[in-house]
């Protein structure tokens, strides 16, 4: 069943699985299928050179935490929870192979970035672009 919703979860994104999901009788919420792409397999990976790093809502305007994914393997890798500057640069500070980080141009992780991995090159992420220049991606 976990296979099932991880497939899902990877074919669809978390919000777009649940409506197959609900046709194949499961139960279960979006953020159970963000969860299962964190949790499978994390402890086989080859280390991320490429990563992306968002905000996401754990409880929309309430709790939000940072999804950080590995953009060459079209994977999530890890969610974090909370948004702090501390929280995500200890995170990449276990992560030294790190050589590009996308993200957006504001919030706290402009400054995590530099301070854990000073090498790295920084760069917006493409639907923050689009969104700052008034259209959607």
């Known amino acids: ?3 099932l919703v991880r497939q899902l979860a990877l074919a669809f994104g978390s919000r777009p699985a649940q409506a197959p999901g609900r046709r194949l009788l499961l139960r279960v919420g ?3 299928f963000l ?4 949790a499978d397999g994390a402890g086989n990976m080859a280390e991320p050179r490429v990563i992306g790093l968002d905000d996401w809502a754990w409880r929309k305007g309430q709790r939000y935490g940072t999804l950080i994914c590995d953009l060459e393997r079209h994977r999530a890798i890890d969610l974090l929870p909370d948004r702090e500057p ?3 640069a200890a995170w990449l500070g276990g992560h030294p192979g790190i050589g590009i980080v996308a993200r957006d141009r504001n919030g706290g992780h402009s400054g995590a970035v530099p301070r854990a991995l000073p090498d790295a090159v920084r760069i917006a992420d493409r639907w923050h672009l689009l969104d700052c220049a008034g259209s959607s991606p």
């Open 30 to 32: 979006k953020d159970t």
């Open 86 to 88: 501390a929280t995500a």
């Open 35 to 38: 969860h299962s792409l964190a």
């Open 1 to 3: 069943m976990q296979g």
